[in-house]
Nanobody, 123 residues
Framework: QVQLVESGGGLVQPGGSLRLSCAAS????????MGWHRQAPGKQRELVAT???????NYATSVKGRFTISRDNANNTVYLQMHSLKPEDTAVYYC?????????????????WGQGTQVTVSS
């Protein structure tokens, strides 16, 4: 089993920045891909960004150039640095992990999930 705990959400004004953290524990040797997904009210969960154990990254088109995913292997933590936030970025952000290193946009392909952290972008 792998446990994922997110932190760092909150309320921010448009154009502002936030950094989300996801701390992993348990059988983390089994994980080859970690990512951030988000779900806004009334919408489907969507992939935001992923990072492999080797450091390769992928981003949704809507966040490319504004968000950066990174990882600290020593502390088993993955980060999502978000800049130039827009109201449409408002959502619950979830950390997810899977044993495969292949990026997938399907939430069902991920083996483990965190509890989510709310990000609200509003003036």
């Amino acid at each position: 089993q792998v446990q994922l705990v997110e932190s760092g959400g909150g309320l921010v004004q448009p154009g502002g920045s936030l950094r989300l953290s996801c701390a992993a524990s348990g059988m983390i040797f089994s994980i080859n891909l970690m990512g951030w997904h988000r779900q806004a009210p009334g919408k489907q969960r969507e992939l935001v960004a992923t990072i492999t154990s080797g450091g390769s990254t992928n981003y949704a088109t809507s966040v490319k150039g504004r968000f950066t995913i990174s990882r600290d292997n020593a502390n088993n933590t993955v980060y999502l640095q978000m800049h130039s936030l827009k109201p449409e970025d408002t959502a619950v952000y979830y950390c997810a992990a899977r044993s495969s290193s292949v990026t997938s946009g399907s939430p069902g392909d991920y083996d483990y999930w965190g509890q989510g952290t709310q990000v609200t972008v509003s003036s």
